[in-house]
């Protein structure tokens, strides 16, 4: 049975079979997460497991700290959603932060990330809510999150390049990165400007048109989005200010964490260098759960080109995965409570198909 034009399910059809899709994310999910097992295991093979625990001790009740901080963070991003709504006031902010948290935390841990997170986010509120108008809100609030993400990056890629000596091959890969990252902003406040829709033709195009649902789903998001942009452009500054914050508060954790790690604080210039890449990370390895060994590499990297050595590096991205555990433990339970599953939420038609009534 193919879908109506519109992308929505004509009536009387089933949800789709949840197995295959399941089983092939398990086996993703696996292999994904055997690769940064095989990646953290090298590391604390080069580092020594001593160092690190020895080096980690410090921490102590400062990783309550830590931890109050990555659920402030899940709070403005749950702000800037709720302000993207139509009407703020029909979605408690302890709703949306309690969305906010249970979609990260799916999206952490299986290789789906935001095609996960955001469908778990509108089923948490749906009922009070309503599919559509949680979706497009969260169409918005991600559009803009995504160019805030692109902004930090460049800005640290270039203060990278400016302030610090960097090994060839490495400079050339961050120029490159520098350049993708401007490229995005530009291209961004270029379709937006022109209203352009191109995600969902260029879905259709690499899909051949068999996956006609996703691609309908896709150019009704798009023009809903570009729709509240311009009925919200009064609305922009609050959403800006609270992913402004939340990035931020970002610098903050590093600062706190890298103090109670060593005893003195970084610079805030080494803070956001390393937020900044952090972002850049969480971006590009979304497939690998819980980003096992790459955050630990990646951030081993450029501790070492900042000058504070790779154990401090490895020590600093087991310590915030460790707050990231926490945060998808209570997220998951969160799920668990309300009733939702992957399977019911990867299967079920008023998510993947999220339009007003």
């Not at 080096?55 to 400062?62: A, K, N």
Request: glycine share 8%; hydrophobic share 55%; net charge positive.
């Amino acid at each position: 049975m193919t879908p109506s034009p519109d992308g929505a399910a004509p009536s009387g059809a089933r949800p789709p079979a949840a197995r295959a899709p399941t089983a092939r994310l398990t086996i993703t999910g696996l292999a994904t997460a055997l690769v940064g097992l095989a990646l953290l295991a090298y590391l604390l093979r080069q580092t020594g497991v001593a160092p690190i625990l020895e080096g980690g001790r410090p921490v102590g009740w400062g990783f309550l700290v830590i931890v109050a901080l990555g659920l402030f963070r899940l709070l403005t991003r749950a702000l800037a959603w709720r302000r993207c709504l139509e009407s703020p006031a029909d979605l408690p902010i302890v709703e949306a932060f309690a969305a906010t948290l249970s979609g990260d935390a799916l999206g952490n841990v299986i290789p789906l990330g935001p095609l996960a997170s955001e469908p778990a986010k509108v089923a948490f509120v749906r009922q009070r809510l309503g599919a559509g108008a949680a979706a497009s809100a969260l169409a918005v609030e991600n559009f803009l999150y995504t160019l805030t993400v692109a902004l930090v990056a460049a800005l640290g890629l270039l203060a990278l390049l400016f302030a610090f000596r960097l090994p060839e091959p490495l400079r050339s890969v961050m120029v490159v990165s520098l350049a993708a990252a401007v490229g995005l902003l530009a291209a961004s406040f270029w379709l937006v400007g022109r209203r352009l829709a191109v995600l969902g033709p260029a879905l259709e195009r690499l899909t051949a048109g068999r996956a006609a649902r996703l691609t309908a789903r896709v150019r009704w998001l798009e023009a809903r989005t570009y729709e509240l942009y311009e009925r919200r452009r009064g609305r922009l500054l609050p959403v800006l200010l609270w992913q402004a914050i939340f990035h931020a508060a970002g610098v903050v954790e590093i600062y706190v964490t890298l103090w109670l790690l060593t005893g003195t604080g970084p610079t805030l210039l080494t803070s956001f260098l390393l937020e900044s890449v952090n972002r850049v990370i969480t971006a590009v390895f979304k497939i690998v759960p819980l980003r096992l060994g790459v955050d630990e590499a990646g951030t081993a990297l450029f501790t070492n080109v900042l000058g504070l050595g790779t154990t401090i590096g490895v020590t600093l991205a087991l310590v915030r995965k460790a707050r990231v555990i926490v945060l998808v433990t209570s997220g998951l339970v969160l799920l668990v409570r309300r009733g939702l599953s992957l399977r019911r939420i990867l299967t079920d038609e008023t998510l993947t198909d999220s339009r007003p009534s």
